[in-house]
Protein backbone atom coordinates (compact mmCIF):
# COMPACT_ATOMS: atom_id res chain seq x y z
CA UNK A 1 0.00 0.00 0.00
CA UNK A 2 1.44 3.16 -1.10
CA UNK A 3 0.59 6.65 1.02
CA UNK A 4 3.25 8.41 -1.54
CA UNK A 5 0.67 11.84 -2.65
CA UNK A 6 -1.64 11.02 -0.09
CA UNK A 7 -2.70 12.66 3.49
CA UNK A 8 -0.58 11.03 6.18
CA UNK A 9 -2.51 9.04 8.95
CA UNK A 10 -2.76 11.09 12.18
CA UNK A 11 -1.38 9.27 15.21
CA UNK A 12 -1.27 10.12 18.59
CA UNK A 13 1.79 8.49 20.57
CA UNK A 14 3.75 8.65 23.87
CA UNK A 15 7.65 9.95 22.91
CA UNK A 16 10.57 9.26 25.03
CA UNK A 17 10.47 12.60 25.86
CA UNK A 18 7.71 12.46 28.02
CA UNK A 19 5.13 14.21 25.71
CA UNK A 20 2.29 13.08 23.06
CA UNK A 21 3.15 13.26 19.90
CA UNK A 22 0.40 13.71 16.89
CA UNK A 23 0.40 14.61 12.82
CA UNK A 24 -0.94 17.82 13.48
CA UNK A 25 1.81 18.84 16.07
CA UNK A 26 4.60 18.57 12.96
CA UNK A 27 1.89 20.98 10.67
CA UNK A 28 4.51 23.07 7.94
CA UNK A 29 7.96 20.67 9.07
CA UNK A 30 8.98 17.91 7.07
CA UNK A 31 8.97 14.83 8.82
CA UNK A 32 10.39 12.18 8.70
CA UNK A 33 9.45 8.85 10.17
CA UNK A 34 10.92 5.20 10.83
CA UNK A 35 9.76 2.16 11.58
CA UNK A 36 11.97 0.06 13.02
CA UNK A 37 11.49 -3.70 14.81
CA UNK A 38 12.84 -3.83 18.17
CA UNK A 39 15.34 -1.35 20.00
CA UNK A 40 19.01 -2.79 20.94
CA UNK A 41 19.09 -4.83 18.36
CA UNK A 42 21.53 -5.31 15.78
CA UNK A 43 20.18 -4.15 12.48
CA UNK A 44 17.72 -1.31 14.50
CA UNK A 45 20.86 -0.24 16.24
CA UNK A 46 22.80 0.58 13.14
CA UNK A 47 19.91 2.28 11.74
CA UNK A 48 19.07 4.80 14.49
CA UNK A 49 23.12 4.83 14.89
CA UNK A 50 23.00 5.89 11.36
CA UNK A 51 20.12 8.45 11.62
CA UNK A 52 21.94 9.93 14.99
CA UNK A 53 25.29 10.49 12.91
CA UNK A 54 22.98 12.34 10.12
CA UNK A 55 20.93 14.14 12.42
CA UNK A 56 22.75 17.37 12.54
CA UNK A 57 22.34 17.54 8.57
CA UNK A 58 18.29 17.02 9.31
CA UNK A 59 18.16 19.53 11.34
CA UNK A 60 19.80 21.83 9.63
CA UNK A 61 17.26 21.51 7.06
CA UNK A 62 14.75 22.04 9.49
CA UNK A 63 13.67 18.32 9.56
CA UNK A 64 12.18 16.49 12.29
CA UNK A 65 13.21 12.54 12.64
CA UNK A 66 10.84 9.72 14.57
CA UNK A 67 11.53 6.50 15.24
CA UNK A 68 8.66 4.40 15.79
CA UNK A 69 8.23 0.73 17.38
CA UNK A 70 6.55 -1.46 19.40
CA UNK A 71 8.95 -1.15 22.58
CA UNK A 72 8.01 0.97 25.53
CA UNK A 73 8.94 4.26 26.46
CA UNK A 74 11.02 2.71 29.07
CA UNK A 75 12.90 0.56 26.53
CA UNK A 76 13.24 3.59 24.25
CA UNK A 77 14.32 5.51 27.11
CA UNK A 78 17.82 2.89 27.57
CA UNK A 79 18.21 2.36 23.72
CA UNK A 80 18.80 6.43 23.88
CA UNK A 81 20.87 6.32 26.76
CA UNK A 82 23.23 3.35 25.26
CA UNK A 83 23.82 4.94 21.78
CA UNK A 84 23.35 9.18 22.15
CA UNK A 85 20.25 9.39 20.27
CA UNK A 86 19.16 12.89 19.76
CA UNK A 87 15.65 12.77 18.43
CA UNK A 88 12.59 11.20 19.62
CA UNK A 89 10.95 7.73 19.49
CA UNK A 90 7.28 7.25 19.76
CA UNK A 91 5.98 3.92 21.30
CA UNK A 92 3.60 1.90 19.21
CA UNK A 93 2.52 -0.97 21.15
CA UNK A 94 -0.57 -2.06 19.77
CA UNK A 95 1.04 -1.23 16.10
CA UNK A 96 -2.18 1.19 15.19
CA UNK A 97 0.02 3.65 13.60
CA UNK A 98 2.27 1.04 12.04
CA UNK A 99 -0.93 -0.71 10.75
CA UNK A 100 -1.86 2.82 9.21
CA UNK A 101 1.76 3.83 8.11
CA UNK A 102 1.57 0.39 6.37
CA UNK A 103 4.72 -0.94 8.38
CA UNK A 104 2.89 -3.71 10.55
CA UNK A 105 1.92 -7.38 8.79
CA UNK A 106 3.36 -10.28 6.96
CA UNK A 107 7.16 -10.47 6.09
CA UNK A 108 9.82 -13.21 5.53
CA UNK A 109 12.34 -13.55 8.88
CA UNK A 110 15.36 -16.09 8.04
CA UNK A 111 12.89 -18.02 5.46
CA UNK A 112 10.00 -18.01 7.75
CA UNK A 113 6.56 -15.90 6.93
CA UNK A 114 6.05 -14.47 10.17
CA UNK A 115 3.43 -11.16 11.49
CA UNK A 116 5.81 -8.12 12.64
CA UNK A 117 7.04 -4.60 12.48
CA UNK A 118 7.82 -4.10 9.07
CA UNK A 119 11.19 -1.99 8.37
CA UNK A 120 10.46 1.13 6.83
CA UNK A 121 10.19 5.07 6.48
CA UNK A 122 7.92 7.81 5.08
CA UNK A 123 9.03 11.54 4.56
CA UNK A 124 5.81 13.78 5.23
CA UNK A 125 5.79 17.19 3.85
CA UNK A 126 4.86 20.74 5.34
CA UNK A 127 1.42 19.59 4.07
CA UNK A 128 0.41 16.72 5.70
CA UNK A 129 0.83 14.79 2.55
CA UNK A 130 3.40 11.88 2.28
CA UNK A 131 5.99 12.99 -0.17
CA UNK A 132 7.89 9.50 0.26
CA UNK A 133 7.56 6.00 1.20
CA UNK A 134 10.11 3.32 1.35
CA UNK A 135 7.81 0.33 2.08
CA UNK A 136 10.43 -1.81 2.18
CA UNK A 137 14.22 -1.24 3.56
CA UNK A 138 16.53 -3.98 3.31
CA UNK A 139 19.60 -2.83 4.17
CA UNK A 140 19.14 -1.13 7.68
CA UNK A 141 22.86 0.52 8.23
CA UNK A 142 22.38 2.14 4.74
CA UNK A 143 19.11 3.52 4.83
CA UNK A 144 19.73 6.62 6.93
CA UNK A 145 22.28 7.51 3.77
CA UNK A 146 19.37 7.24 1.35
CA UNK A 147 16.80 9.39 3.13
CA UNK A 148 19.62 12.21 3.51
CA UNK A 149 19.96 11.93 -0.51
CA UNK A 150 16.31 11.66 -0.87
CA UNK A 151 16.36 14.95 0.71
CA UNK A 152 18.88 16.87 -0.82
CA UNK A 153 17.66 16.08 -4.12
CA UNK A 154 14.18 17.37 -3.09
CA UNK A 155 15.57 20.50 -1.52
Not at 39 to 45: F, W
Not at 80 to 101: C, E
Request: hydrophobic share 35%; proline share 5%; with cysteine.
Amino acid sequence: MSLEGKQAPDFSLEGSDGKRHTVRDYAGKTVVIYFYPRDNTPGCTKEACGFRDNYRQLLDRGIVLLGVSKDSVASHGTFIGNYNLPFVLLSDPDASMMQAYGAFGEKVMYGKKTVGTIRSTVIIGPDGMVQKQWSKVAKAEQHPAQVLEYLEKAA
